[in-house]
C-alpha cells in the first residue's frame, strides 16, 4: 500500500525534519536527473567527456555540478526516509539508511575527482589530461570500499520502504533502480543513468512534497525569513568558498 500525506510525516524527527528533508527529496533528484541529461549527447567514457569538457567547458560543469549537487542534497532525504522506513523495520532503516549515505559520500570524492580532472583538461589540454587519468584510474582510495554500498544501499532502501509502507511497490521499483547509476569519476550519461534519476524522482520527490505541506503550515511572514536566510546564509558561503 502506499502511506497517505499524514502518515509521512508524522512523527517528525527533529533532524533533518520535513523542511530540511523534504527539500532534499524534492531538489535532489531533480538536480541529478537535469545533470544526466546535460551530458546525455557525449559518449559515456572518460576520454570523451574529457574532450566534451575541452568543447563544451560551461555545458559540462553544469552537468557535473547538477549531478554532485543532487547526490550530497540527497542525504537529508535519505536520513528522513530512513526514520520513516524505522518505525516499521529498525534494521532495513538502519542498514539500508547508512549504506545509501555512505554510498553518497562516495559519490562526493568521484565529484571531487572529476573537478581535477577538468581542471587538468583546461591547463594541460584534454589529451594530457585523458593519459594522466588512464595512466592512474585503477589507483586505490579508501572509498572503493563503499561501491557495494553504492549500489547496494538503495536496494536495501527501497525493500525497506515497500515493506514498511512508505512506497508502493511501482514507487519501491523505482527507488531500486538508482542502484543502477554508473559509478566511479567521469561517467557521462547511458539509458540506465537517465533511468536511475528518473525513478529517484519518481520515488522521492512526491515523499518531499508531501512533506513539505504536511504538518502545522507556517506564517507567510516565517517562510519568508527563513527564505531570505537561506540566500543570506547561501551568499555568505559562496563568497567564503572563493576567497580561499
Not at 19 to 42: C, E, K, N, Q
Not at 159 to 174: F, H, K, T, V
Amino acid at each position: 500500500m502506499t502511506v497517505t500525506t499524514a502518515s509521512i510525516v508524522a512523527p517528525h524527527p527533529v533532524f533533518p525534519g520535513r523542511w530540511v528533508g523534504g527539500t532534499s527529496l524534492v531538489l535532489g533528484p531533480l538536480l541529478l536527473l537535469t545533470g544526466v541529461l546535460l551530458r546525455l549527447r557525449f559518449d559515456f567514457f572518460f576520454p570523451a567527456q574529457l574532450n566534451a569538457y575541452g568543447h563544451h567547458p560551461d555545458l559540462m560543469t553544469a552537468s557535473y555540478s547538477f549531478v554532485s549537487a543532487g547526490w550530497v542534497l540527497l542525504w537529508p532525504g535519505v536520513v528522513l526516509l530512513a526514520a520513516r522506513i524505522g518505525e516499521m523495520s529498525r534494521e532495513l532503516a538502519a542498514w539500508g539508511g547508512a549504506l545509501t549515505v555512505l554510498g553518497l559520500f562516495a559519490r562526493a570524492f568521484h565529484a571531487g575527482v572529476d573537478h581535477l580532472a577538468f581542471q587538468l583538461a583546461a591547463v594541460q589540454g584534454a589529451a594530457s589530461a585523458t593519459r594522466t587519468v588512464s595512466e592512474t584510474y585503477g589507483a586505490f582510495h579508501v572509498f572503493s570500499t563503499l561501491n557495494a554500498a553504492i549500489m547496494g544501499g538503495w536496494l536495501l532502501l527501497a525493500i525497506g520502504a515497500y515493506r514498511s509502507g512508505a512506497l508502493g511497490p511501482l514507487r519501491a521499483a523505482a527507488l531500486a533502480s538508482a542502484s543502477a547509476m554508473p559509478l566511479g569519476v567521469l561517467k557521462g550519461t547511458t539509458p540506465l543513468s537517465v533511468a536511475a534519476a528518473a525513478g529517484l524522482c519518481v520515488a522521492l520527490v512526491p515523499l518531499g512534497v508531501a512533506a513539505l505541506r504536511g504538518g502545522t503550515a507556517s506564517r507567510a511572514a516565517t517562510v519568508a525569513g527563513r527564505l531570505l536566510l537561506v540566500v543570506a546564509v547561501g551568499t555568505a558561503m559562496f563568497l567564503f568558498g572563493q576567497a580561499g
